[in-house]
Structures are given as C-alpha cells and as structure tokens.
C-alpha cells in the first residue's frame, strides 16, 4: 500500500528543493491513506530544509541517542558534529528530522557504503556485516519484513555486480 503512495510522492516532489517547498495540505492528503499523515507531511517537509540545509556527507556525522545500542551517542553533545577521524559512533543522516532506528538501519543496509565511497572487496566487510556494528533489532528479526528480506538476502548473496558510473564499460563484480 506504500509503495505507489511513495512512488507517487517522488514523481510531485522529486528533489528535496520540491519538498522543502511542498503545500502541506497536499502532501497530507496524498499520504492520508497510509495513516499518521499529518506528522509524516510535516516531516518529510522538515526533512527536506533539514537535508538543504546540510545535505548527507561522509565529512559530517551526527549523534543519535541509543543508536546501534543502548548507551551510544551519550559521549557526544546534541548538535555535535563528528568529522571523519573522529572514531565515536555517529551517523550521517542522524541530523535529519525523523530519522529512527528503522531509516537508519535502512541507510546502512543499503547506501552508507556508498556515501562513504567504501570499495568492497574480501578485506573491506560492507557496513552492516561488520562485527559490532549491525543492530539486532525488530528490524532485522521479521516484524519489517521488507527490510528484513533485502537484509537476509545480503547476506546470502553472491558477488554482486556494480556499474562503474566512470565507464561505459559492462558492470563488474565486485565481492561483497
């Protein structure tokens, strides 16, 4: 039920210029059908000033209280901002208004690496595998089964294929 709804989202607003712009009241009504549409609205207009404001980058990491576990991100004040040598745990879209344990362990599983330009390969681990790092939360176990299966089946895959956006070369393979 979500998916054409965000679908339909991304096609009215499809840059966070858009959104941070967007009517309330119309984004409201287009997410009315998956519920707690009033808060949503808000935050995903907040979201998008938040993002224009200081968009994701691996230079800026931010704090999010109890995130991976309990007791991470007490070390480092609200508002703080980490820069890449700074070895305390923070995470790059944490400043972003309503990002929970779920959009985080979502970020994680599917782009952090990416921000990060990590190459993976049998040495380098992508971000969610790595030891004491992967949040053993509902997320993982089944109650958001979407998340669940992508993360289940990352760890089950084969080398997977990645297009080098620098060539028109076929994508290579590159070990996970």
């Not at 009215?12 to 309330?24: I, K």
């Not at 984004?27 to 907040?46: F, V, Y």
């Not at 576990?69 to 004040?77: E, F, L, Q, S, V």
């Not at 289940?152 to 994508?171: E, F, G, I, M, V």
Request: charged share 25%.
């Amino acid at each position: 039920m979500a998916r054409p709804i965000l679908f339909a989202v991304l096609a009215r607003y499809p840059t966070p210029e858009d959104l941070s712009s967007a009517d309330l009241e119309e984004l409201t009504t287009m997410l009315q059908p998956i519920g707690l549409h009033n808060i949503r609205a808000m935050r995903l207009i907040a979201m998008a000033k938040a993002w224009l404001a200081a968009p994701p980058s691996r230079e800026r990491r931010y704090r999010k209280l109890h995130y991976p576990t309990k007791g991470c991100g007490t070390d480092i004040r609200p508002n703080e901002v980490l820069g890449p040598e700074d070895e305390r745990v923070g995470w790059e879209i944490a400043h972003l208004p309503g990002m929970g344990a779920y959009a985080l362990d979502s970020y994680r599983i599917f782009f952090r690496d990416t921000l990060r330009c990590v190459t993976l390969s049998k040495a380098v681990e992508p971000e969610w595998k790595r030891p004491g790092r992967v949040r053993r939360s509902t997320v993982f176990l089944t109650t958001q089964n979407a998340l669940a299966t992508q993360h289940s089946w990352q760890c089950l895959a084969p080398p997977r294929q990645q297009h080098d956006p620098n060539t028109t070369s076929q994508p290579h393979l590159s070990v996970m």
